[in-house]
């Protein structure tokens, strides 16, 4: 059975790009199948850089992943799951919020997330989740100090406004940016001094977190950022040895995902150990496509820092026993935008002044086996540097570009540009053959609804979705390297 919840045709998608109450449903009314007793604890899970091909189950030939293959097993495995942005910082904003980072300014690393924004954070607090966040955070428009592992470091401090406490979160381990080995993080604000590999010490804490909400009975929202694969690829000695017939490189890069494995192992065992996991909705992705290559990003066209498959398309998971009851793989598109709307659907959190528009959806009828069919389109844009900028619209099995680049120079953008383009990525994943000419109707009315898409983008820049816009609207961020 269709749910329309997930969207329209793209005839009539211009409309809803431009209407800022249409998600509100999804936000209101949790209630799409059978409801758990309880209301369910959530942990999102994010790795840095770890790319589509980066893991066992979608085909590696050297990459060991048994933890995450194991999860894709046993919960909704998203075939074709999409980041809002090619890059860290605004991809992590889009997951705070529902929106995409372009209406906040949030356009390249380390760009700020505005403070006007209301947060998933923020609504789960107000309806009495206890809240925490381990691990990068990179929202508060700072990269950090290029020493990671003496004080400061990258610890994110107590006057820092834009801090995860200043989000909504009640207890935080968090780094401004990625670290490595024996990292410095700001606990609750304060610098303190960590020793062993990085993914374990955020699993650590955030474990401290969970244990305590459920032995007190307390629904809890755990946030766990981990700071790796990103570069420099400082993986453990026991963690590289997995791999040591390969090159120094691989061995590093493969160990630090293996250590992102073994500690999704270690959450989902401590949530059965506690009698949670059934309860519990886990939602594993990445922040970005990959950026060490082929391999990474599973041969799909482009990397990191472009808007082709390769640069947008990462591992998806998400487990919910309660509610997804029978393991399943989904061909539909989703993104980080739909994170937002889901978790307040299954939570039954209700946003008081929620701030619109949102470009993310609920997922539950895709939980609940109600509709395999997404029909609300997916836009990406790329906002830094000179415009009009690359965008995109995924409006399965169909992606436009607009503006394109041909792919990213040594300066994080660049090549040809070229015409307008249309795929059919579901028969074309790597983006090669131009339907533009052969189906020009559906590219016009793709890029009228982008069009009207951007116009509202901008209208968000301005400061329009706060109210009266009595709030300062904080300064848009030139382009910085990315990182």
Not at 152 to 180: Q, T
Request: proline share 7%.
């Amino acid at each position: 059975m269709k749910n329309h919840l997930l969207g329209l045709p793209v005839a009539v998608a211009s409309l809803f790009f431009a209407a800022p109450c249409f998600t509100v449903l999804s936000l209101t009314a949790p209630c799409f199948g059978a409801e758990p007793a309880a209301r369910p604890n959530i942990v999102l899970i994010m790795a840095d850089d770890q790319g589509w091909g980066d893991t066992g189950y979608n085909g590696h030939t050297e990459l060991k992943t048994p933890q995450l293959d194991e999860l894709a097993k046993s919960g909704l495995r998203f075939d074709h799951f999409y980041t809002a942005h090619f890059n860290c910082s605004p991809t992590r904003a889009s997951v705070m919020t529902g929106r995409h980072p372009n209406r906040m300014g949030t356009f390249t690393p380390g760009s700020p997330i505005r403070a006007q924004e209301l947060t998933v954070v923020k609504v789960l607090q107000s309806a009495g989740y206890a809240t925490g966040h381990f691990g990068k955070w990179h929202l508060n428009g700072k990269n950090g100090d290029k020493n990671t592992t003496a004080i400061p470091g990258r610890a994110i401090l107590a006057d820092d406004p834009l801090s995860p406490g200043k989000m909504g979160f009640d207890e935080w381990v968090s780094a401004d940016n990625f670290f490595d080995l024996d990292p410095v993080l700001g606990r609750n604000g304060v610098a303190e001094k960590f020793h062993g590999e990085s993914s374990d010490i955020t699993t650590d804490e955030a474990l401290k977190f969970i244990r305590r909400q459920a032995e007190a009975g307390k629904p809890f929202l755990s946030v766990v950022w981990f700071g790796s694969p990103h570069v420099p690829h400082q993986a453990s000695a026991a963690d590289k040895a997995i791999y040591g017939g390969l090159p120094e490189k691989d061995q590093n890069y493969y160990g630090e995902i293996t250590a992102i494995d073994r500690s999704v192992g270690r959450l989902r065992a401590a949530l059965r150990e506690l009698k949670v996991a059934d309860n519990t909705l886990l939602w594993y992705c990445s922040d970005n496509g990959g950026a060490a290559g082929p391999k990474s990003t599973g041969n799909l066209r482009g990397s990191k820092g472009t808007l082709w498959e390769g640069g947008l398309r990462v591992p998806g998971i998400v487990e919910w026993p309660a509610r997804i009851a029978k393991p399943f793989t989904s061909d539909t598109p989703c993104s980080t935008l739909d994170i937002y709307p889901t978790v307040l659907a299954a939570t039954g959190a209700v946003a008081q002044n929620q701030i619109q528009p949102l470009d993310g959806i609920s997922l539950l009828p895709l939980f609940d086996r109600q509709t395999e069919t997404r029909t609300k389109p997916i836009p990406f844009w790329n906002h830094a540097g000179k415009q009009p900028g690359h965008a995109a619209l995924l409006d399965w099995p169909y992606k436009l570009h607009t503006d394109a680049v041909a792919g990213r120079s040594k300066k994080g953008s660049g090549g040809e540009v070229m015409p307008m383009l249309l795929y059919d990525v579901s028969k074309d994943p790597n983006e090669t053959t131009d339907l533009a000419g052969q189906d020009p109707e559906r590219a016009a009315k793709m890029a009228a609804a982008l069009a009207t898409w951007k116009a509202s983008v901008e209208k968000s820049l301005s400061g329009a979705d706060y109210g009266d816009g009595s709030a300062a609207v904080l300064p848009i961020t030139k382009k910085r390297k990315q990182k």
